[in-house]
Structures are given as structure tokens and as C-alpha cells.
């Protein structure tokens, strides 16, 4: 397989063109199997994205470019060697982000003479989870010639925003906690024109916007961060929360969960039941009330494992799925 880094124009969250990149994975093969893109998980440093040479990139190459599929993996807005903010689970303006990719990778098999397959497949880990159910939502709400979702997996990921996602890192239990709702409330103010101090107390309604640059590691992120999530949010927010009242990053939350809509083509939700950063919650409630609507979803257990694990193992019961689909 040859791999590349592709640039290409997309739309940022205020709808004004933005630079993104990619990696494209195209397999020495006369005949491509199918499409696979590929949304990776939370990351704080734009250097840690597929399209730079990173164990990721190679990792998620070897398993589906090497094995015949045409892959697509954006490093999404933020990351990658373009500039700018990533906007951490802003549905629309992520999914618009991988389309776009997907639009460039086809120009790119275009003039290396690569024949574009009529299968799409949409993989997603962590954060790439909710990355891949928004993309297989907006293509199936508004169709894109050659990007016809033939199925969607996704590995622990957060889908429930509003009612699942956000209480459960709020609570705490695990280290990522911290880093989901700093990210989620600086990049949410960013976009919906929000004061950070109308949430978070002082010194954090500042520090979010520096920690959040790209530049600084999980490491640096977590340090300068508050073991216990509930320190960063005001008083006053927190006790209008617990009681039900609504804000402005409610709506948020609620407006970007992907959790509640009726997909066509196959989705398959895996988890693991040690999972403390995405509760399995996340996975099985979303399946049922999917499933409950007619749509063609199941979640599945991949065992008694912890997060970065449950999304590991799940690459080649994935694979096995997808190869099954692409004959």
C-alpha cells in the first residue's frame, strides 16, 4: 500500500472555509474492495493525527489499506499541519469535515487511476464513534453521489451527550473526565458565542482556551486541570444542573448528540463492560432505541475491557464484519 497526506477546503462551525488534511491509504491492489474511513479518538496535540507519521496511521493502514480497502482517515479541523481550533463533538461541522475528505480522497484515486468502490464503510473509536454516526447521519439526510453508507461501526463512543456523556464525566472516575468537559466547554463557547465564566469558576474559565490550543499533551492538559471535574464548573451552574434548569451548554450537548435518529444502512455499536471513560451505556441504550425505531443496529460486547482496549479489540471483529459486506 502507498500512503498519503492529502490537504483539502472544508467549512468550519461558522460556515467560513477552512484547511484540513488526511491520510489516504490506497492498496497496491487491481481491484479495492471498498471504502473505509477511519475518525480517531480524543486528542489534545494536533502532531498526534493520522496523516502524521504516527502507530496509529500505520496501525489503521496495515489493517484495512493492506487488506485491499481504499482507507480515509481525516485528522479533522485543528490537527494534522493546518491551523485553527478543533471543535471537540460539534456534530455538523465534523461530519462535514470527513466528507470533504472523502470528496478529496476521490480525486486523488481519480488521478492515480484507482477505480472509487460503490461500498463506503465508516469506522469510528472514542470521539470518532460520535465522529461516524454524524457522517452516516448527514450522508444519509443529504446524500453525496459515491458516498452511499453501506454500514457504520463505531467503538466506544459517546453518543448521549445530554443524558449519558455529560453527568457520567461530571461525576468523575477516570482521568479523561476532566479533559472531555474542559474541551467540550471551551470549544461549545467558542462556537455558540458563550462566555466560559458564565460555567466554569476562575482560574479555568481562562485556562481552557490555553490548554485547548493544540499545543499541550494529555499530560499538560490533565495538570492543569482539577482531579475532581465538579471544581472547574461555578456554584450556580452546577445547582441549576442538578435541579434540571436549562442553560446554554445544555442545549449544546443536546443539539450534537447522535443518538437519536433512524439510520438505513447497518450500524454496529461495540463496547466493553470495564469501559470507565464511555460507560457501555452509551453503546447498548443507544442500539435500543434505535433498534426500537426499525433501524438495523445492535451494540456489541467485545469483553471485560477497559477503553483504549475495548476500541483496539474491536478493529478485527470490524474487519471480519466489513470484508463480509464488501463481497
Same mark, same amino acid.
Given at each position: 500500500m502507498t500512503l498519503y497526506? $492529502?490537504?483539502?477546503?472544508?467549512? !468550519?462551525?461558522? !460556515?467560513?472555509? /477552512?484547511q484540513a488534511t488526511a491520510l489516504v491509504g490506497v492498496p497496491a491492489v487491481e481491484r479495492v474492495?471498498?471504502?473505509? &474511513?477511519y475518525m480517531h479518538g480524543t486528542r489534545t496535540d494536533r502532531r498526534l493525527a493520522p496523516s502524521v507519521p504516527t502507530l496509529e496511521g500505520k496501525l489503521v493502514g496495515a489493517t484495512f489499506a493492506g487488506a485491499q480497502y481504499l482507507l480515509v482517515a481525516p485528522d479533522y479541523l485543528g490537527f494534522g499541519t493546518r491551523p485553527g481550533p478543533h471543535p471537540f463533538l460539534h456534530a455538523n461541522s465534523t461530519a462535514e469535515t470527513v466528507i470533504d475528505a472523502l470528496r478529496a480522497a476521490h480525486q486523488l484515486a481519480d488521478l492515480l487511476g484507482v477505480a472509487w468502490p460503490e461500498k463506503l464503510f465508516l469506522l469510528g473509536a472514542s470521539q470518532g464513534g460520535h465522529v461516524a454516526l454524524a457522517t452516516h447521519r448527514a450522508l444519509e439526510r443529504e446524500p453525496v453521489p459515491d458516498l452511499a453508507v453501506r454500514a457504520t461501526a463505531a467503538a466506544a463512543g459517546p453518543y448521549d451527550l445530554a443524558a449519558i456523556s455529560f453527568p457520567v464525566a461530571l461525576r468523575g472516575g477516570a482521568n479523561s473526565h476532566r479533559v472531555y468537559l474542559g474541551y467540550l466547554v471551551d470549544t461549545y463557547a467558542r462556537i455558540y458565542g458563550r462566555s466560559r465564566s458564565s460555567v466554569l469558576r476562575s482560574p479555568y474559565d481562562e485556562r481552557v482556551e490555553? *490548554?485547548?490550543?493544540?499545543?499541550?499533551?494529555?499530560?499538560?492538559?490533565?495538570?492543569?486541570?482539577?482531579?475532581?471535574?465538579? *471544581?472547574m464548573f461555578r456554584d450556580d451552574f @452546577? /445547582?441549576?444542573?442538578?435541579?434540571?434548569?436549562?442553560?446554554? #451548554?445544555?442545549?449544546?450537548? &443536546?443539539?450534537?448528540?447522535?443518538? !437519536?435518529?433512524?439510520?438505513?444502512?447497518? @450500524?454496529? #455499536?461495540?463496547?466493553?463492560?470495564?469501559?470507565?471513560?464511555?460507560?457501555?451505556? +452509551?453503546? $447498548? =441504550?443507544?442500539?435500543?432505541?434505535?433498534?426500537? @425505531?426499525?433501524?438495523?443496529? +445492535? /451494540?456489541?460486547?467485545?469483553?471485560? *475491557? =477497559?477503553? +483504549? +482496549?475495548? &476500541? #483496539?479489540?474491536? #478493529?478485527?471483529? $470490524?474487519?471480519?464484519?466489513? !470484508?463480509?459486506?464488501?463481497?
Open positions: 497526506r $492529502i490537504g483539502y477546503w472544508t467549512r !468550519d462551525p461558522a !460556515d467560513q472555509p /477552512a474492495r471498498g471504502v473505509v &474511513a490555553v *490548554l485547548f490550543d493544540g499545543y499541550h499533551d494529555d499530560d499538560a492538559v490533565n495538570a492543569g486541570l482539577p482531579d475532581r471535574p465538579r *471544581l @452546577l /445547582a441549576a444542573y442538578d435541579a434540571g434548569r436549562g442553560s446554554w #451548554l445544555r442545549d449544546a450537548l &443536546a443539539a450534537n448528540s447522535v443518538h !437519536d435518529w433512524v439510520p438505513r444502512s447497518p @450500524l454496529r #455499536l461495540y463496547y466493553g463492560t470495564n469501559d470507565q471513560d464511555v460507560p457501555p451505556r +452509551e453503546a $447498548i =441504550e443507544t442500539a435500543r432505541r434505535m433498534s426500537a @425505531l426499525g433501524a438495523p443496529v +445492535e /451494540a456489541v460486547c467485545v469483553g471485560a *475491557l =477497559e477503553h +483504549e +482496549e475495548s &476500541a #483496539l479489540s474491536a #478493529l478485527g471483529p $470490524i474487519r471480519t464484519w466489513f !470484508d463480509a459486506l464488501s463481497r
